[in-house]
């Protein structure tokens, strides 16, 4: 369960990309119940309003936010990116889900128009390219004039060598510039006013003997387009004017240099504070001119070739331009490590092109017709303001001590006519906005935009000057995180003005928590940023705070003796390091000693992975290390400033272990021991020969564990001591232990390379059990170790009672995981024993696009494992998020933050009484302290839900209210007539139809249906022989209908096979309409064989040849031979007819039968006589 909500504080929402469009912003945002999506708020402040247009917990992550006429048009994915727009009458897509935005430079922050980008606004037209998954024909460079109706293909790029649209779009005042790579490799420029007949191809380079040519945008100047050619062997820059033919070569190939792409884009990076997916193309641009570097020079051209001319040498390039009486200020974006700027001063001539040498780090601005300077002069750090020299230049203000502007951030300063806003950093790395306006009393801060060590300087600070001269900024405070700010119309202080995310909570960030008595100790923060001691009963109630701390700074490193508590605390400007002590109660806290200096508690709260801790908690005291005598030596307290003392002197210590009744200490000649009281060191081992590390790092049953390091033409060749009294400490193995723990008085330890090992610390005791890929987060029930291992592709649940016969897998972790959609999934697992009881975090990352990594699901779930069953029962589930995979606002965090692969880490995890401490988020808040308790019986059945949107049905196999653990249910979905199933969302993301589902949890899930696109088709027939056909429906047919139909041939004849758009002999026949079908039926007349046989001597006639028609009737005469008579007919007819009417109805045998004609002995012959 949830503590307590320590920081109630509201959770921020990073907003980004805020675009005014009449008395409504528009922004992007980011909560846990939503993702990232678009919201909109009044100037004035209110109610902020959610456009989820990707529902549930996924992200459209909406970008490129621009506006355009009374609206903003914008990139979201649902689940692909395409084009929508919003304005007060509400959201609207603009082109099919099926044609994605081109989102090779997907970036959430706002658009600079007048810099290449995926998306660009000129003459009122929006472009931007598409690449459609059914059609590729579809893929290519798009315009729309805001409505779906106006949205429409340009010009498609099959041609180019990836079959992919142009990455940058250049928008001039009539039209955008682009470039289309063929597959020959050569280089085109074309331009688009919008329509189809002006999208054309205006001039095009051969590779011209190079392997390959590449371009790079300079500048717009006007409507004219400036950029480089990047041969192998020259570079040329070019202008172009946008019409056939009219592009220019400027300069020669040896005045430009291979690393001009290289730097201009650092520039853009550094100069801009945006991300680079554009091209800089206008702050160094004045009027009709513009200042680039070309190689290791400053040029300056207006388009032209008499324009374009070398000024000066310059090392880096310039990302700023400021004008004051005539005279253009250049600077450049700073060294990197020295961050000191170069600023040119010139008329645009070389020779009125001089370096002032005006300051030595900070930017540049013009106001007022003066040039206003911030940054240091002098060891002194302030604002200027300059008249172009060294001596008019003159301090306006200095900044408070230890603040100061960062260089590489220096374009985030927003110059108005009347003033300049500009950020300022104050330690440790907390960001301001100031403004000043070249005056004293006019330059001061205004509002916070980072708290210290919240964030890194961003790339997207916004800062939007209002029609009454009030400024909306992205700034941050400890009760609602970063939200949007606003000043007074004078701009003299800032309030709050929205709390986008006002349902979820700031993190406390509880950490170090450590048991000391019955009760658990940790540290967190409030919602005022103070960091405090707190305390709370061994069931998670009566939390207190126990104690104030820091305010901005840092403590952890928290350990325990039988009666006190000992941690560290640092201040928020990081020089001042404190050990305090605590006896659980308030006034029983207090700072113990001030340190010389300490490497501050490790930040992450671990320690580094090759060290021991540099202190150790005792029963009766504590020893750490500060510096003693130039030297680092041993220090011991009992917890008051007269027992605080150093024991050792001279003794460079580096590392402390404490064991059952002794403490050693490792320095540079080896391993010491000290009984902590009289000061007394004893050398235990010295480091051998050849070994350049040699510390102690466990100790069990009266042995301690040393580890060495050698080398060897291979590396660091890691050895395992031992040591047990004496003047012996022998070789146990040439292994590296990541995490030893004692099993059944067995001593198991997981290596480097992934084996699991055990030793009774005798080289004939030490040997390996069990070898996998990867071994870590060891623990430990009564009678057992666990750990997890990666073998075979897959992480396996261990356990082993010491011996190799009792070490097995026993659960392969993809039966904890959640069926995702492709295979771009990740999962990591932390263990943890609580008592006997056995749990396992699993926070699991996987995409919610089978075909792209832009958008991932995020879950945290815990599970208890029976040690004996191993069956897994989820007990909770606290978060399941999405996000685009390039978004970090939220720091996520499942299971606490321990290293579990090394040795001496300080968890954020405490048992007491059965139950386990620790640090989580969920939906509702971000880190808090929470209980679990192993009496907390899990959840054994699963109930799922599903649900759909659209028409068309859902069927369940098999239905039931709840599922046990790891059933499996199948999902088919059904689309109505006229309707498509496109994806399964909610607790599953996939395309597959049907879909199985593992019900590991509960579950709710959603089919979307989509209306197919209708489209008419005809079915034409046609009739070969005698019969007809008949239709299940009368045409014509809608896109995707299926018809059936029936040859019914006429009496005599039958049915063959059908031809044309169709072909097969199944009779009916479906056919399904995806076009105009032209289908044949083919029948033929049925006819039969007639076959007669004769037996004895004679002959049959017939009246007609064969084969016959069916019902036909053949007449058979038999005529016996001389002595022979006619008997009967047999086979398919008996008969004694002559002639015989046979009626063809089948094939037919027929035998004549004839027999000799026999007289008696008594007859007589009587013979006719004939005469005439």
Known sequence: MLIDDINQGTAGTNPYGVTQIGDKLYYAATDLEHGTELWSIPVAGGQPTLFDIYPGVNSSSPAFLTSMGDGVIFAARHPHPTLWRVDSAGLEQLTPGAHSINNHRWFPDRIDQSRGCSLAVANGTAFFTLESTTDSSQTGLWRSDGTPEGAFLLKETQSTIDGRPPDALYPAENFVFFFISTSDGDEGLWRSDGTSAGTMLIQQWPLDGSASLSVEVAAILENRLLFILHYDDRHELWVSDGTPGGAQKLTASPFLAAQTLEQTSAANERGQGEPDWCTLTTNTIVGSRAYLQMGNNLWVSDGTISGTALLTSISMPPIKVSTVNGIDYLQDGGEYLTEEVTIIATDGTPAGTRQPNLIETGWSAALNNQLILGGRKGGIRGIWVSDGTQSGTTLVKELPENHYIRQLYQDQIYPYSDLILFQIVAPPYARSLWRTDGTPEGTFEIGVLSLPDHHELRYNTEALRMADGSVIFTGESPSVGLELFKTDADITESTLLVDTNAHETLASDPHDFTVLGDQVFFIAVDGEGMLHLWRTEFDGSNLQSIAELTTGGKAGDMSATAERLYFYVETAERDVHTLWVSDGTPTGTLPLHEMFSRRFPQYENSIDENATPDFAAAPDRYYFLDLNDDSYGLWVTEGTPESTRPVTAGLDVQRLLWTEDALYLSGWTGVWSSDGDTGVVSLVAERPSGY???????????????????????????????????????????????????????????????????????????????????????????????????????????????????????????????????????????????????????????????????????????????????????????????????????????????????????????????????????????????????????????????????????????????????????????????????????????????????????????????????????????????????????????????????????????????????????????????????????????????????????????????????????????????????????????????????????????TAVFRTIILPADSMLYLPIVTK
Request: aromatic share 12%; net charge negative; glycine share 8%.
């Open 692 to 1150: 350049f590390d040699f510390f102690p790092i466990f100790s069990t049953d009266g042995i301690v564990y040393l580890q060495g390091f050698g080398s060897d033409m291979f590396g660091d060749v890691p050895h395992l001591h031992v040591w047990q009294g004496g003047d012996t400490f022998p070789l146990i193995a040439d292994v590296r232990p990541q995490q030893m723990l004692s099993v059944n008085g067995t001593l198991l330890f997981s290596t480097e390379w992934g084996a699991l090992w055990r030793t009774d610390g005798t080289p004939a005791g030490t040997e390996e059990i069990a070898d996998y890929d990867d071994i870590f987060n060891l623990r430990v029930t009564d009678s057992k170790l666990y750990y997890w291992a990666y073998t075979e592709g897959t992480y396996m649940l261990g356990e082993s009672d010491g011996s190799p016969a009792g070490t097995r897998l026993l659960l392969d972790s993809d039966i904890l995981l959640h069926t995702l959609s492709s295979v771009f999934s990740h999962a990591m697992f932390r263990l943890e024993t609580v008592g006997n009881e056995l749990f396992v975090w699993v926070m699991q990352t996987g995409n919610t696009n089978p075909s792209s990594t832009d958008n991932e699901e995020i879950y945290c779930d815990l599970w208890h494992v029976g040690p004996e069953t191993a069956i897994p029962t989820l007990v909770y589930t606290f978060f399941h998020d999405a996000r685009s995979s390039n978004d970090y606002s939220v720091d996520y965090s499942c299971g606490g933050e321990d290293l579990t692969r090394r040795f001496f880490t300080i968890p954020d995890k405490a048992e007491l009484g059965g139950r386990l401490f620790f640090s989580q988020m969920d939906r509702a808040h971000e880190r808090e302290p929470w209980v679990l308790a192993t009496d907390e019986a899990p959840v054994a059945e699963y109930a799922l839900s599903v649900d759909q949107t659209g028409n068309g049905t859902i069927v369940t196999a098999p239905q039931q209210a709840t599922y046990a653990f790891g059933t499996q249910v199948t999902l088919t979905a059904e689309p109505a007539t006229g309707w498509r199933f496109v994806e399964w969302a909610g607790d599953a993301s996939s395309t597959d139809n049907p879909f199985i589902v593992t019900m590991n949890g509960a579950k709710s899930i959603v089919a979307h249906f989509e209306p197919l696109e209708v489209k008419e088709y005809f079915l034409i027939t046609e009739i070969e022989g005698e019969g007809e056909v008949t239709r299940s429906a009368p045409g014509p047919y809608a896109s995707g209908s299926q018809v059936t139909l029936t040859a019914e041939p006429v009496a005599g004849w039958r049915f063959m096979e059908w031809t044309g758009d169709a072909s097969g002999t199944d009779n009916p026949f479906t056919v399904t309409m995806t076009s105009d079908k032209f289908i044949t039926a083919h029948f033929e007349q049925i006819t039969y064989t007639l076959t007669t046989s004769i037996e004895g001597q004679g002959q049959v006639s017939r009246s007609t040849d064969g084969p016959y028609a069916a019902g036909a009737q053949v007449t058979l005469t038999a005529v016996p031979a001389a002595g022979w008579r006619f008997v009967e007919w047999t086979g398919d007819v008996d008969s004694t007819d002559n002639p015989l009417t046979v009626t063809m109805n089948s094939a037919k045998m027929i």
